[in-house]
């Protein structure tokens, strides 16, 4: 499995989505006010805000919520300066991190991730040091259960997308960032429902295997303590994390 899609499917078992619910919203709302400041309010231009708006309601995000983050976006409503922050950093056992930040506070942004790395022995590193094994595609998971593969990859081929795995557990459709939404629009037409995880994400060109349990309890805590943080919208990893070594309590 993907890094990405790993932790995704861990954070499903572990109910995390709906503990969190709240912490979502906010991330959802900042990536809706961005997209409307870059390029409009309206989801028939703006591609990247049809999205974030899909991803809004497979969270059911409140109606209320999403107009106020849009309204900061266009100017209509009064609203933070945000900036995209991405860090680089190492966790133990060479596993590479991507940290992804949508801040109105760099400094505080650059403490805040600091310092949890420090907590559970994660390093910074250069840039390009661990960007370079990444790579951005639209990335569409599937729910396995009930799904028959080869019906699904038929319809993912003739929506667009380059590619699909079986993940266990979840399908991975792979596609070009530029023709993400459309794969997704056609998915979801023809009846399959993406996870809130799925988007235009960084998937990781060469994996780093996990195979201790201790060493995926920590670095699953670090991502865990990283994503908790107020400024961090996204982490993206390229641990291959192998299943026996999972924590136990998942449910």
């Known amino acids: 499995m993907s890094g990405h899609s790993k932790w995704s499917t861990i954070k499903h078992k572990k109910g995390a989505a709906d503990a969190r619910r709240g912490k979502i919203f906010s991330k959802l709302a900042k990536e809706l006010t961005v997209s409307a400041r870059v390029s409009g309010g309206d989801p ?12 809004c309601k497979a969270c059911n995000m409140p109606a209320d919520n999403i107009d106020r983050a849009i309204k900061k976006g266009t100017g209509e409503l009064q609203g933070e300066a945000l900036e995209e ?3 680089e950093s190492y966790a133990p056992g060479g596993v590479g991190l991507i940290i992804q930040c949508l801040s109105d506070n760099r ?9 949890a790395l420090n907590r559970h022995n994660g390093t910074l590193a250069g840039t390009n040091q661990v960007m370079r094994n990444f790579q951005r595609r ?13 019906t ?8 667009g997308a380059e590619d699909m795995q079986n993940k ?14 459309e794969v997704s629009e056609k998915l979801t037409a023809a009846g399959y429902k993406a996870s ?5 994400n960084l998937i990781p060109l060469v994996t ?29 990893m390229n641990a291959e994390i192998a299943d026996e070594a999972l924590p136990d309590d998942e449910g």
């Not at 028939?44 to 991803?55: C, F, H, M, P, S």
């Not at 266990?168 to 939404?181: A, H, S």
């Open 44 to 55: 028939g231009a703006n591609i990247t805000l049809r999205t974030i708006l899909a991803k």
């Open 85 to 87: 922050i991405l860090f």
């Open 107 to 115: 400094n505080r942004s650059v403490a805040d991730v600091r310092h």
């Open 138 to 150: 639209g990335q569409i998971l599937v729910d396995a259960e009930g799904v028959d593969e080869d």
């Open 152 to 159: 699904l990859m038929e319809a993912a081929l003739e929506a």
């Open 168 to 181: 266990g557990g979840e399908f991975e459709i792979l596609t070009e960032p530029g023709v993400y939404n």
């Open 196 to 200: 809130e995880e799925s988007g235009v």
């Open 208 to 236: 780093v295997p996990v195979t201790d349990k201790a060493q995926a309890a920590g670095l699953l805590k670090l991502i865990e303590t990283l994503e908790d943080l107020d400024d961090v919208q996204n982490v993206y």
